[in-house]
């Protein structure tokens, strides 16, 4: 048959006829196989993101191998599962019509002349894009220490589609399972309303919305953000409304690039996160995840954690020259002068089970977080405190704001 524009009908998806899979093998699985085995994501691995998605990368494999009849059984068997899943439904349909010859491209001519074939072949290099998997072991450095109050931490690489779920070892973080994700239309680093992008920052859930009270462009229901945070704000960032969201009743999954900003996941993975993840908890958006090896992960953690008790040191012992020295030239601060912070710590910095979770977006930025003690007439309390630390200047850490000091 002639390639071109004829169609087919696969399960109610009306898609443009393709001329071959096979390119899928050389262009995208021929990536994949080059790396090692170990870093490739398997159904038995930890963690590894099971089923639907295992099914679909198994039967493009299969295609790539030329196990074209194989391949076709696998696909079918996920579209029992999941009949709304648009890219599986293409699959079906373009296997169906190489049975009359042999294919030798895959989605030519797709740019010029259907847009929503060319999301399609994006979601399926994206999804392909994810078995190349990070060194066995490999520790986010965005996470060098979790604090004992949250039991899972979100990091989202944007640039590959990914969310990686981790819990919290022992402030360690261990990685629960990844599941592919949706972003902004126009990409990322949000600056302004309605620019369409995601931004890029460390954030916290600060609410949990029911699916039954949103429109059904949400799913099964949101997780909002605090986008604009207080560093945003800072840079004068605007906008509002960045959630993590689930995905229409009838679409099992987006295409990559395909929201106004918000991170969109398959309603069953929306349900996940959505069980693990309270009020308050961290959701860092990252254009790459800063993979490291135990060995550099605990010696940047530990450098961190040296340099803030020194900090704290210093200002117990009131040591002014030494105090300064840990501020930026560029340092500016939020809602409290320094006779304010006297008042608030008492001459003390509690720095119990501090959390450091690197900013991305700025070079080498590091939050770090603990609750300090806020003496009152009646006792005290306690109350969560943040400094944002650089480096750069002088070829050390230095102190850039404080949003509450």
Not at 41 to 50: E, S, V
Not at 133 to 144: F, M, R, T
Not at 288 to 298: G, K, Q, S
Not at 369 to 397: C, H, I, K, L
């Amino acid at each position: 048959m002639a390639a071109g524009k004829s169609r087919v009908k696969v399960r109610g998806y009306d898609a443009w006829r393709l001329v071959s899979f096979l390119a899928i093998s050389t262009v995208f699985i021929g990536t994949i196989t080059g790396f090692a085995e170990t870093n490739k994501t398997t159904a038995t691995d930890p963690g590894a993101n099971t089923g639907i998605e295992t099914l679909l990368i198994q039967s493009l494999e299969l295609i790539g191998q030329n196990r074209l009849g194989e391949a076709q059984t696998s696909i079918q068997g996920l579209l029992q599962q999941r009949p709304d899943f648009r890219l599986a439904n293409l699959v079906l349909g373009d296997l169906l019509m190489t049975q009359t010859g042999k294919i030798t491209r895959f989605g030519e001519g797709v740019v010029g002349y259907d847009k929503e074939l060319a999301d399609l072949m994006a979601e399926a290099k994206a999804r392909l894009n994810h078995e190349k998997q990070p060194q066995k072991n490999s520790l986010p450095g965005e996470l060098l220490r979790i604090p004992a109050s949250y039991t899972h931490v979100l990091v989202v690489d944007l640039s590959r589609s990914r969310l990686y779920l981790f819990s919290n070892w022992q402030s360690i973080p261990e990685k629960v399972s990844d599941y592919y994700i949706t972003i902004g239309k126009e990409g990322t680093g949000k600056e302004q309303q309605g620019d369409k992008k995601t931004p890029v920052g460390l954030y916290h859930v600060t609410g949990r919305l029911d699916g039954k009270i949103l429109p059904p462009l949400y799913g099964f229901g949101a997780l909002p953000l605090d986008y604009p945070n207080e560093w945003d704000q800072l840079h004068h960032r605007t906008g509002s409304g960045i959630w993590l969201h689930g995905t229409p009743l009838d679409t099992y999954s987006r295409p990559p690039r395909a929201s106004d900003g918000c991170v969109v996941l398959t309603n069953p993975d929306f349900k996940i996160l959505n069980q693990k993840m309270n009020i308050g908890y961290p959701v860092i958006l990252t254009q790459h995840i800063d993979w490291l090896t135990p060995n550099e992960w605990w010696r940047r953690r530990e450098q961190m954690i040296q340099r803030i008790y020194q900090w704290r040191d210093d200002w117990t012992m009131r040591q002014g020259e030494r105090i300064l020295r840990h501020y930026s030239s560029h340092y500016q601060a939020g809602r409290m002068d320094d006779a304010a912070w006297n008042r608030f710590t008492d001459g003390n910095v509690s720095l119990m089970d501090p959390g450091l979770m690197e900013y991305p977006g700025d070079d080498s930025m590091m939050v770090v977080t603990w609750n300090g003690w806020q003496a009152t007439g009646t006792g005290g309390r306690w109350v969560p405190m943040t400094q944002y630390w650089r480096f750069g200047e002088d070829s050390d850490w230095k102190i850039v704001f404080e949003p509450n000091g």
